[in-house]
């Protein structure tokens, strides 16, 4: 009876967790399509080196902005490791890489990355994540969310890959419990990760993260206790794409070699806005949007309201409807997935729509 009972409670478990992924809804992605630099409103090039002199563990590349280490071409990102005498910021080094931060940060939800690894000792690429409130020269939030040190911010490793163990990825935790050394870890090997592309996958809820590569599970992180010594993981985390070199012998034959990237794709429940789980009709156009989304018709609702409030049930803005044809500037928020609430003067109209800004 006593394996028939775990057996039940595992089953449980299973499918609540599949319910949770059913509702899953795409937040925010890049797919890489086009030629030529990457998209400035989406990525940020983190240049500035840490101490003036190096980069953290020892890695001895510079990373730059320039369209020679990270660019998209034939539908994925590739993010160069190149051997090349290169000086910036007064420092002369033999290695140019790319580390890119996103712009959009986020709390809870799921991760897929598809991507296709370098090969070779030396080379180090790692698809990550930071706290958005990390203090860290040339990060992207860090001059306007900056309040938190390494590694208080908390820091999650989805996929990391050392060439020399070549075919066994990591993923890993950074948290104060942690400091001074990972003990937070787990992997798997997987063939071919330099010849083929792999999906890298996070899942993360209030309770637990969930790392796996094509949907096999390696590594599950769910501490007890839980407190900000092992779970700094109830804020947003911002997503990081690099390819370091570390201070090992590099093969002299070794002139480059890139990361390629498919496809990122962040998705979040949407049972998390509670009361918005069912929306109505979609008035709002264009959907995706960029900078500004319309209501043709919005007679219905002269002399209402128009409110937006985030994918955690946060209202952030409260609108007039003044005007039969509303146009809403959301130019000034992060890229994600919005609630827009519709209600008229007399509350006998009321309209809820989901609403992605790029």
């Not at 999650?156 to 050392?162: A, G, L, R």
């Amino acid at each position: 009876m006593k394996y028939i009972w775990t057996f039940c409670i595992f089953l449980s478990f299973v499918q609540t967790h599949q319910a949770q992924r059913a509702n899953y809804e795409l937040v925010w992605s890049d797919e890489f399509e086009g030629n030529g630099a990457i998209d400035p409103e989406k990525w940020h090039h983190q240049t500035q080196i840490p101490n003036g002199q190096s980069w953290y563990n020892g890695e001895i590349q510079h990373y730059t902005d320039r369209i020679e280490n990270s660019f998209v071409s034939e539908g994925t990102l590739k993010i160069m490791a190149k051997r090349e005498t290169y000086t910036n910021q007064g420092v002369t080094k033999d290695f140019t890489s790319a580390r890119l931060n996103s712009k959009f940060a986020f709390t809870y939800g799921r991760v897929v990355v598809r991507a296709k690894l370098p090969f070779g000792i030396g080379t180090w690429p790692a698809i990550w994540m930071l706290g958005k409130n990390i203090i860290e020269p040339g990060a992207y939030f860090t001059s306007t969310h900056g309040t938190t040190s390494w590694p208080a911010c908390g820091e999650i490793d989805i996929m990391e890959h050392w060439g020399n163990n070549q075919n066994y990825i990591s993923s890993a935790l950074h948290t104060p419990s942690s400091f001074g050394g990972t003990v937070n870890t787990g992997g798997q090997f997987v063939s071919n990760v330099s010849d083929e592309f792999h999906d890298y996958i996070l899942e993360w809820d209030e309770e637990r993260m969930i790392f796996s590569v094509d949907n096999i599970v390696h590594y599950t992180y769910q501490p007890d206790p839980q407190n900000m010594e092992t779970w700094p993981f109830d804020a947003d985390q911002y997503m990081l794409f690099n390819v370091a070199i570390l201070p090992e012998i590099i093969p002299t034959n070794f002139t480059e070699d890139a990361m390629e990237v498919d496809y990122i794709r962040i998705y979040q429940n949407n049972l998390a806005a509670g009361d918005f789980e069912q929306p109505l009709n979609q008035p709002w156009y264009p959907n995706p949007a960029r900078d500004h989304i319309t209501l043709q018709d919005a007679s219905d609702y002269m002399g209402g309201t128009v409110k937006i409030f985030g994918i955690d049930g946060a209202l952030i803005g409260v609108f007039e409807v003044s005007a039969t044809s509303l146009i809403l500037d959301m130019s000034s928020y992060a890229s994600g997935l919005y609630y827009v609430v519709l209600e008229s003067a007399s509350q006998r109209h009321t309209n809820t729509s989901k609403v992605i800004k790029f």
